[in-house]
Nanobody, 115 residues
Framework: QVQLVESGGGLVQPGGSLRLSCAASGNIFNIYAMGWYRQAPGKQRELVATMPSSTIRHYADSVKGRFTISRDIAKNMVYLQMNSLKPEDTAVYYC?????????WGQGTQVTVSS
C-alpha cells in the first residue's frame, strides 16, 4: 500500500554534507511519525531522527546539532540534512513512515564518510 524510496546517499569526506530524500507513495493516511534510521555494519539499526508531528523533532544524541529532519507534506517527502559528517556516520540510512500503527520502510541509501 505504501512505498518509500530513499535517495541522496553517497561518498563524502569528513566535514562534508549530504541531503537525503525520501519519497512516499501509495495510500497514506493518519501519519503518526516520519523518521530516519541507520544501520552500520555489525551494528543494530538505530534511530537517527523522528518527526512525530509538524512541530516536534527528536534526534539521536550522536547527530544532534548536525542533522536536521524536515518534511514536505504536499510532496509526500521527508528529508534529512546532514552536516559536519563524521566517519562514524557511515551506514545505510532508512526512511520510516508510521501510519495507523504500521511501520513502512524504504530500501535504504548508503552514506559513506571517509577521507
Amino acid at each position: 500500500q505504501v512505498q518509500l524510496v530513499e535517495s541522496g546517499g553517497g561518498l563524502v569526506q569528513p566535514g562534508g554534507s549530504l541531503r537525503l530524500s525520501c519519497a512516499a507513495s501509495g495510500n497514506i493516511f493518519n501519519i503518526y511519525a516520519m523518521g530516519w534510521y541507520r544501520q552500520a555494519p555489525g551494528k543494530q539499526r538505530e534511530l537517527v531522527a523522528t518527526m512525530p508531528s509538524s512541530t516536534i523533532r527528536h534526534y539521536a544524541d550522536s547527530v544532534k546539532g548536525r542533522f536536521t529532519i524536515s518534511r514536505d507534506i504536499a510532496k509526500n517527502m521527508v528529508y534529512l540534512q546532514m552536516n559536519s559528517l563524521k566517519p562514524e556516520d557511515t551506514a545505510v540510512y532508512y526512511c520510516r513512515l508510521d501510519v495507523i500503527n504500521i511501520a513502512y520502510w524504504g530500501q535504504g541509501t548508503q552514506v559513506t564518510v571517509s577521507s
